[in-house]
């Protein structure tokens, strides 16, 4: 028979140390890798609708009109009708986080704007400082 008291390892105090210590870190960092992920997501889309909004004014400006989609675009900006959104969360200034449900951009033809989710590209952003946010 084989004598184990000699045999390295780890004893069960040590594991539940261990373990204790990779659940707070995990406790810290997925908030925060997600918050990240939210806030690419919402530059992403910040400046997409920008780039949008700027192409519908430069339609308007050449043909007096404003387009109704987004394949009107396409000689202000290459592969306009190709510009998706991008998955997963994004961060609006009323502090509220939402999940990308839209598959493109579209035009809101009464207030001549991109919209991502429905929402204009001043809806997107971090909460504002001078509204009580963080």
Do not use: W
Not at 8 to 36: D, Q, T
Not at 87 to 111: A, F, H, M, N, P
């Amino acid at each position: 028979m084989k004598n184990f008291r000699n045999e390295a390892g780890f004893s069960m105090l040590e594991l539940i140390i261990y373990i204790s210590i990779v659940g707070i870190i995990l406790a810290v960092a997925v908030p925060k890798y997600n918050n990240a992920i939210a806030m690419a997501n919402t530059a992403r889309i910040q400046a997409d609708l920008q780039t949008i909004d700027g192409a519908i004014m430069m339609y308007y400006t050449e043909t007096g009109q404003y387009p109704s989609v987004l394949g009107d675009l396409e000689d202000y900006v290459k592969n306009a009708s190709d510009i998706r959104p991008p998955k997963g969360k994004y961060l609006l200034r009323d502090g509220t986080v939402g999940e990308i449900s839209d598959t493109e951009y579209t035009i809101d033809t009464e207030e001549k704007e991109a919209l991502c989710d429905g929402h204009p590209l001043a809806d997107f952003g971090r909460q504002d400082k001078s509204d009580g946010g963080a």
